[in-house]
Structures are given as C-alpha cells and as structure tokens.
C-alpha cells in the first residue's frame, strides 16, 4: 500500500515536470502510464476493502413490575411465602386453607368445586384465605403442572393468595409454619398428628377449621372461626 503510494506521487510529480520543462518530454511516456496504473490500483485496493457491517445495541430488556417465579412455572419456598403473609397480616384476619386435602372434600374425589367454595365462603364472611397446595396437585386436579397464579384464576383469587410448595417439599409444615406466623386457624380435616410435637397448637379445640357437604352444600365448623378482624 505504502509502495503504491509512493509510485503514484512519484509518477504524477514526474508528469507534471515533463508537461512544464519542454525537454523533459520523453520522461511523460514513461511517467504517464505509471501513474495511471498506480492510480487506478489504489483505487481499486480502496474500493474492494470490505467494510464492517453496522450492528445496532441490543436493546435492554425491560423488567415487567410484578413478575415474579409463579408467572415461569416456579415456585417460593414456604419461608418466602410466610414472609410475604406476614407482611400484610396486621390488619386483617387470615385463614390458612390447606388446598390438597379440602379438594377432597366432596366425595371423596379431587375437584376444584369444594376449593371454589371454601373461597367463596371466606371470603364473603370478610376472612383473607391463603391456599396451600403440593407440588403435584396441579396432576391430580389437571393433569398438568398448575402454579399459583393458575389456581388463583380458577379460583377468582388475586395474587398472592395461592403458594405451590416446590418439589420435595412438605406442604404440611409450609401450613402450619404459616398459621403460627399469622395466629391463623387452618381449614382443613386433617389431624397433622405427625407434627403435634412440633407444632402442638394442632391439638387445640378450634385451631383446625374442619368442613363437610350436606344436603345444603358446604358447611364450616363455624365455633373455631374467629371474628374476621380486630
């Protein structure tokens, strides 16, 4: 490139010495071409460079407020879930629903009809449930993974009031770790015998809110609800 440069300066200065000195005509013949051909290699050196294509910045991503690990199929630890009920338990009164056991509730098969009563129903007496769910409750009632918001939309709950235990974790612990936070009542028939030790509030007359279906639908031991705020 240097080189080429060089011949094309040299060339064209010769030119134009020969175009003024009349005796140095011949060197034209000579200076002429080289120049030419100096010239026009440069220019096609120049013109072939390839030149490096304009690549724009990624744009950044943009962080939607409110989303969080239920809305991508995950789900919080039971300690998270507590700490998020804690949170707004001052001033209004909850009751922890263990989900995977009232499903069972009418007839003995799994069905999201007896959920969507117990919410209806505590709800309309000014109580704030939250559910509690296994991880593989979603197969029983769907046969499908369902995360917290899935079951809050079916059952006409807003966010947070759903937690989905992850994998390998024990809902049964993750509910009663809960109510002892909240001094909340559970609703649920089970006895959670295996945790009086830890957790011997379970043998207390109105810790556990149990329910049945009658002739009249669903029906509350309503002795152990408490008044929905203080």
């Known amino acids: 490139m240097v080189f080429l440069v060089s011949i094309a300066i040299l060339s064209t200065v010769y030119m134009i010495a020969a175009l003024l000195v009349p005796e140095w005509a011949d060197i034209l013949l000579l200076a002429g071409p080289i120049a030419g051909a100096s010239i026009f290699l440069l220019l096609k050196r120049f013109l072939s460079r390839p030149r490096r294509p ?11 407020r409110g989303t969080s690990l239920k809305e991508h199929g995950q789900t919080r630890s039971p300690a998270v879930a507590e700490r998020r009920l804690t949170r707004a338990s001052a001033a209004r009164k909850w009751i922890i629903v263990d989900g995977s056991n009232v499903m069972h509730w009418q007839d003995g098969d799994p069905s ?119």
């Open 54 to 64: 304009v690549v724009d910045a990624p744009a950044p991503k943009k962080r939607r």
């Open 112 to 230: 999201f009809q007896p959920l969507r009563d117990v919410a209806e129903n505590l709800v309309a007496g000014g109580y704030s449930p939250h559910f509690f769910f296994d991880a593989n409750a979603g197969y029983i009632l769907a046969d499908r993974y369902l995360h917290d918001r899935d079951f809050e939309k079916m059952l006409n709950l807003r966010r947070g009031k759903v937690t989905v235990v992850s994998k390998g974790t024990v809902a049964d612990q993750a509910i009663l770790g809960a109510a002892r936070k909240l001094n909340a009542v559970v609703v649920t028939n089970d006895r959670y015998r295996d945790w009086a030790d830890q957790y011997p509030e379970v043998t207390q007359q109105g810790f556990l809110l149990k329910g049945r279906y009658g002739a009249h639908g669903l029906r509350l031991d309503e002795a152990a609800m408490q008044p929905a705020y203080a």
